[in-house]
T-cell receptor, first 114, second 114 residues
Framework: SQQGEEDPQALSIQEGENATMNCSYK?????LQWYRQNSGRGLVHLIL?????REKHSGRLRVTLDTSKKSSSLLITASRAADTASYFC??????????????FGKGTKLSVIP | DVKVTQSSRYLVKRTGEKVFLECVQD?????MFWYRQDPGLGLRLIYF???????EKGDIPEGYSVSREKKERFSLILESASTNQTSMYLC?????????????FGPGTRLTVL
């Protein structure tokens, strides 16, 4: 079942602008992660935010988490053409025997126009 | 760096064929996962494994089986391929971090069943 839902489905911006993507989820989480996927490739982990954190930064990335609203946002500042990719949020669930299962949203497709 | 490799980037098979997709990781990770990715549906978990010879069903296991005889290798098997199994298949691995598991993905195998 799909846990996270990203919004918008697609986003097109000019190079240098900021890009904001949102993720909503349904059930309680342990942490929330954001991944990036370049066209036709595998996913790459970007950042993880724990349920007791409200904001986290990594380079040009800023992630916020509002557990009361069951939502998260990913902000990419000063975007570059190389940021063109699909971005996915993923929420976790404990699946037993020391393993966490991730449930991914459908992704936001970001296009950064040079 | 963690490296997850998949046996083929592109694969074309015929309906009814038995198909093996291989995944190898080099970081001694306990957990391995198989997903399929389809437009508009995002990533869906097929099977995962948290130890050698252990396997657990994901959200869409029907028509698939898996094998994990060695810790570094996780195989996805399509016993009798069908056209609705045409998809991008992604393998991932993770290690137990006490609730902050990050998954590392392979480059994906784009399978076409004719």
């Amino acid at each position: 079942s799909q846990q996270g839902e990203e919004d918008p489905q697609a986003l097109s911006i000019q190079e240098g602008e900021n890009a904001t993507m949102n993720c909503s989820y349904k059930t309680s989480i342990n942490n929330l992660q954001w991944y990036r996927q370049n066209s036709g490739r595998g996913l790459v982990h970007l950042i993880l935010i724990r349920s007791n954190e409200r904001e986290k930064h990594s380079g040009r990335l800023r992630v916020t988490l509002d557990t009361s609203k069951k939502s998260s946002s990913l902000l990419i500042t000063a975007s570059r053409a190389a940021d063109t990719a699909s971005y996915f949020c993923a929420t976790d669930a404990y699946s037993g025997a020391g393993s966490y299962q991730l449930t991914f949203g459908k992704g936001t497709k970001l296009s950064v126009i040079p | 760096d963690v490296k997850v490799t998949q046996s083929s980037r592109y694969l074309v098979k015929r309906t009814g064929e038995k198909v093996f997709l291989e995944c190898v990781q080099d970081m001694d990770h306990e957990n391995m996962f198989w997903y399929r990715q389809d437009p508009g549906l995002g990533l869906r978990l097929i099977y995962f494994s948290y130890d050698v010879k252990m396997k657990e069903k994901g959200d869409i296991p029907e028509g698939y089986s898996v094998s994990r005889e060695k810790k570094e290798r996780f195989s996805l098997i399509l016993e009798s391929a069908s056209t609705n199994q045409t998809s991008m298949y992604l393998c991932a691995s993770s290690t137990w971090t006490g609730g902050a598991d990050t998954q590392y993905f392979g480059p994906g195998t784009r399978l076409t069943v004719l």
